[in-house]
Structures are given as structure tokens and as C-alpha cells.
């Protein structure tokens, strides 16, 4: 009897590590703080995508807090300690700048399902360093060039001063082309109102701002209440309208104007798949371009990984991801000669629906099949 | 002209805030001895309650009054809880122990709440703006948060200054020893006090609620500008919190509206930018560290 059972236990312990036995991706993102809702997005997304792939895989998340020094340490462990080879995941550029050359020296593939910070994007580009989401300036340039086109030709610019801020804004003046003041704000803060006065005395034709989060939500609020909503006219990058900070903001958001590279409202099967697939997992979050971006990046690695058949062959891995070969929720996706996206961006408005709720609708493609400024400079 | 007294008017409002926040820690460690850096942990509590409230019901007043009676509730809890235990200790013992229970409020903040900010709007009457000069539409809820902090001030001197409660107070700044030999019930005295100063934050943390996004760790940022104004006020008095918390949260204000432009003056745009905004934050530091140097013990120090 005894014989018997312990003989049953091996078995079953034998049997178990089969079906454990995808490939070890590494999730480093911020799970904590006012964006911490942003790590949630993009560790659903990466999910989801990674299911519709067909891949055998296993997340290890882990919460880096905003904080590169924390990023690394979790980055040092999962590279060396747990022999993983491709990592992912995070979501602000002062954590991606700090991990991701740790990644690459280890011989391991990132790839950014969010943060595409400048000095990566050109003469330190890599190989091995995949950007699924954007450029960080052409986030904003999109943004840039929607104001142009609407006529304006002088802008207030805010953002945070940290390196994503200052892509951002400069991104902005590059494709506006107009005259630009820059307001730089604290990355940790919540009250805009000393900001607030500054913008009605310059009295700009259009204001920019760029603030992720939870200073999103208080910006927003904080411009309505203002009274500035109504005299001067806003153009936002899509960090700074997602559908969470909608959600919170509700109808002071309404007549603001965005630009986007995915929309809920687009009309091809592999978006139609995610947003359905999304409602199913979780009813009561709202899909933001932050899950979308995971999403495609989980369909991505997943493509990658069915190729290459798992991550043993480093270099057959990095084959498979630079042929990009699955089918982007935004429709049209392939890569530049730096590993960072060339799509298409979209105009949008915030528009009320029947309860009164802001909702993103896409209005027209305003730039077609662009890169990044940067990709010049990368020597691969 | 219409800029500067915009920003003068934040100034002032941002000083309110301050002040809320400030009497109540003084309070604490003047009169109870104990340095209670858990109090940004019972602001947020303030918000978060007065927040969820307003989102269940619809009213803003009746998260108010939500946002109070949990603050208070917290404070006296966390009183009979924990800093019962503390008076008697070194004040490096009390820094652990409250530091413990931010730790342990943020992370059941996100336990309840999750990680996603809750937004609460303005009440009706107070969601639009008044013209006070031409050309300026100030925020009429701004004006109803400096009101609100006035009033706090006036009725505070009047608690303070003549009732007999109030006395108590005063005396237990100025020499706590002598208060506890005189026979009177030093318990009772310590659990009010906690419980005026955790409502007091969370006072602060309700009128904040509608303009800052109610999140996780909202305490952590404004409880260093906290600490600075009570040392610059002076331990134990609450005069000085007002004065001390009026002062900083106008030189803050103006500091981070106008140094970045005035640099912007002598050198290139971005980095003119990153070195006013770097110098603003800071400016309530370098104030702090003047005053200590002139008077020691703060500016209306309670002891003498």
C-alpha cells in the first residue's frame, strides 16, 4: 500500500511540471502609487495577448514601484537568478532607462509594451530592444501635428519633468511648429493651480498637456474647474485622456480634443477579438491604449515564441520577434530600422454618449505610416 | 497684476491646507510629546472616506461629514492602539511605530480601495467661479477651502484661548510634567487631543478631496511640508502653525510659479525650467533651515 502510493505521488509529481512548462517571460511594471492602475492595464493585456497567441508561457510580475533603483534590483534577479530571456513591461521611462541596458548586457531580448524613452531610440538602439507601442516623442508629435492642422499657432506645453516630459513636449513643439511656452510640473504633483494661472496669463490659442495617471484625472479636473475648459481649446496625447482618467473626470472632459494610434471604435478582427476578450476578463475596467499596447505586445512575443519554438535559441528568438509576423489590433503595424513601431495616427474627440459619459471617438488618420525621428541615428 | 494675485490667492489656499494639517500635529507633539508621522495616514483617510461617500450618495456633504467622523475615529483608535504604548519611549521608537502605520493604512487603503484614484467633484453652489477682479474667474470652491481654513483658525484661538479645555491645552504645551502632578486626567486630555488633530487632517483631507486625485500615499507628499511648517511655527503653538502654514504655502506658490520664468531670463528654456522647478521644491527647506538658524525654537515656540 505504501509502496503503492508513494509510487502514485511520484507519478503525479512528474506529471505536474509538464503542464508548468511554457517559457518564463519577465513583467516588470508599476503595480503601486496614483498609476499603478497603468501596470494592472498593461499586465492584462500582456494576458490576454499572450493567450490569443497560442503560446506556452508563464508571467513573473513584479512591482517596481516607479522607481528604477527598485527595477534593477528585480531586473538583476530575474536575468541572473531565474535565467530569464525576455523581459517586459514597464511603463515609465526613468525605470526603462535604467533596466532595460541591464537587460541587453545579460544577453537577454526587452521588449517595450509601453516607455520608449529618445537615447534608446537612436544611437544606443539594440538589437535585442523590441518597441510594440511608440516612439515617446512621436506619441506627441501626433498631437503637434493635430494642432497645426487646427489652425493654431501658439501653444502653452506642459508636462512633467522627467525624461518622458521633456520627449513629450519637445516631441509636441517639433511636429506644431508654432511658438511654444514650456511648463515644466512636478512629477508628483497633484495640485495644477499656480499652473492654472500661469496659462490664463499667456492666454495661448491651444493648450498641451502630457500627464499620465492619476495627475491626469487631477489636471483635468482642476482646468474645468478653472473655467479655462470653455476659452482655450486642449489637444492631448493618449496617456493623458485613457479611458480610466475619463471614467474619474466624467463631463469636464467633454470638447477636449486627442490624437491615438488605437481607438476602442476600430474595426479590424484582431481589435473586435481583444475588446471582447477584455469585457470577458474584466467587465468593470475599461480597456485604455496601455492594455492595447500589452495586448499587441503579448501577440507579438507569442508569434515570436511559436517560431522559434520556445526561448533556448536566443538569437532564432530575436529573428522570429524582428519579422513581426501577427496581426496588430491597430490595423497596419510593422517595424523601423530601430525596432520602434511605423503606424498610423488618428485624430479623435471626446464626445458624450447617450448618458452623458465622455467617450473617445476617432474622427480622421492624420499621419500615415510614420516612424520616429530618431531612427536617423541607429547604426543597426 | 491679475497673475500675481491669482497665484497669492493659491498661495493662500494651499497655507490653509497646511495649517489644518499643522495644528493638529502640533498639538501632538507639543502637548503629548509624540512625533506622529502617521497623520498624512489619517488626511488620506479623511479623503478616502469623505471620497467614497460622495460617490455612494451623491453628496459632498455628506462625505464631509463621513470624511470627519472616520478621521476621528482612526485618530482615537490609533490612539488607544498604539500611542498609548509610546509616550513614554525615545522619539526614535514613536518614528518606527507611526511609520509602521502608514505602511500599514496605504496598504489597506489598497486592500478597500484599490489602486485606481477616486474622484469626487465640487459641491453644486460651489462648482463654478467667481469673477473677483476683471479678467479673473477664480475657482469659487478655492475660496470656499480658505474660508473653511479661516474659520478652523478663528474657532481654534477660541478653544485654545478661552475655554477651559483649552487652558488644559496650553498648559500641557508648556510643561507637561506639571499638568499630570496637578492631578488632571492626562489620559482623557491625550485621546482628545489625537482625536482634534486626526479630525483636523481629516478635515484637510475632505477639502482637498474635490481638487487633488484621492489616491494611495496622497499623505506621504504633504506631511514633509507638514513637519516643516510646525517646526517653523514652533512645537506646541498653534499660532505659529497658522502663521508658519500662511507663510510657506504662499512662498512655495509663488516661488514655483514665477522662478522658473525669471531664470528663464539668463539661461536656455528646458534647463531654466529644471532648475526653477528643482530650487522651488526646494524652498520651503531652505526656509526652514534660515529660521532655525535665528530662532532655534521655532518662531512661537510654547516653551520657554
Partial sequence: MKKLLTTASLLVAMAVPAFADGTKIGVITTLSGPAGYLGEQIRAGLQLGLEASGAAFELVVEDDGRDPNTGVQIADRMLNEDGIKIMTGIVFSNVSGAVVPETLDAGAIYVSPNAAPSPLAGEKCNPNYFVVSWQNDSLHEASGAAAKKMGYTTAVALAPNYQAGKDAIAGFSREFGGEVTEIYTGVDQSDFASEMAQIRDKNPQVVFQFHPGGQGIAFLKQYQQAGLLGTVPMVLSEPSYDAVILKAVGPAAIGVTGTTHWNADFDNEASKAMVAAWAAAHPDTPLTTYGQQAYDTGLLIGSALNKAGGDGDVAALQAAMKAADFASTRGSFAFGPNQHPVQDWYLTAIEADEAGNPKIVTKEKIREAVGDVYAANCKM | ?304
Fill in chain 2, 1 to 304: 497684476m491679475i497673475l500675481l494675485f491669482e497665484q497669492l490667492l493659491n498661495g493662500l489656499q494651499y497655507g490653509v491646507t497646511l495649517f489644518l494639517l499643522a495644528a493638529g500635529l502640533t498639538l501632538i507633539f507639543g502637548i503629548m510629546g509624540v512625533i506622529n508621522l502617521a497623520h498624512g495616514a489619517l488626511y488620506m483617510v479623511g479623503a478616502f472616506a469623505a471620497a467614497w461617500v460622495a460617490i455612494q450618495t451623491g453628496s459632498f456633504w455628506g462625505g464631509l461629514v463621513s470624511g470627519l467622523l472616520a478621521s476621528a475615529l482612526a485618530g482615537v483608535l490609533v490612539e488607544l492602539g498604539v500611542m498609548r504604548r509610546l509616550y513614554a519611549r525615545d522619539h526614535l521608537d514613536q518614528v518606527l511605530a507611526t511609520f509602521a502605520l502608514i505602511l500599514i493604512f496605504n496598504q489597506s487603503a489598497v486592500m478597500v480601495f484599490g489602486r485606481q484614484p477616486l474622484f469626487t467633484s465640487a459641491p453644486e453652489i460651489f462648482s463654478g467661479a467667481i469673477e473677483i477682479l476683471p479678467g479673473l474667474p477664480y475657482p469659487t470652491y478655492r475660496l470656499f477651502v480658505i474660508a473653511v481654513g479661516l474659520v478652523v483658525a478663528l474657532g481654534l484661538y477660541v478653544l485654545i484661548n478661552k475655554t477651559r479645555v483649552g487652558m488644559l491645552v496650553r498648559a500641557g504645551a508648556t510643561n507637561r510634567q506639571m499638568v499630570r502632578a496637578l492631578g488632571v486626567n492626562i489620559q482623557g486630555l491625550y485621546t482628545a487631543v489625537f482625536g482634534l488633530g486626526a479630525l483636523l487632517a481629516g478635515l484637510a483631507g475632505v477639502m482637498a478631496s474635490p481638487i487633488v486625485s484621492v489616491q494611495v500615499g496622497m499623505g506621504d507628499e504633504i506631511i514633509l511640508a507638514t513637519f516643516v511648517v510646525v517646526v517653523i511655527g514652533g512645537v506646541g503653538s498653534v499660532k505659529g502653525a497658522f502663521v508658519a502654514g500662511i507663510v510657506l504655502g504662499m512662498f512655495d506658490t509663488m516661488l514655483r510659479a514665477f522662478l522658473p520664468a525669471t531664470l528663464q531670463q539668463v539661461m536656455p528654456g528646458p534647463e531654466a525650467q529644471a532648475l526653477g522647478v528643482g530650487i522651488s521644491s526646494m524652498g520651503i527647506y531652505l526656509m526652514m533651515a534660515l529660521v532655525l538658524l535665528i530662532r532655534p525654537r521655532g518662531l512661537f515656540a510654547a516653551r520657554g
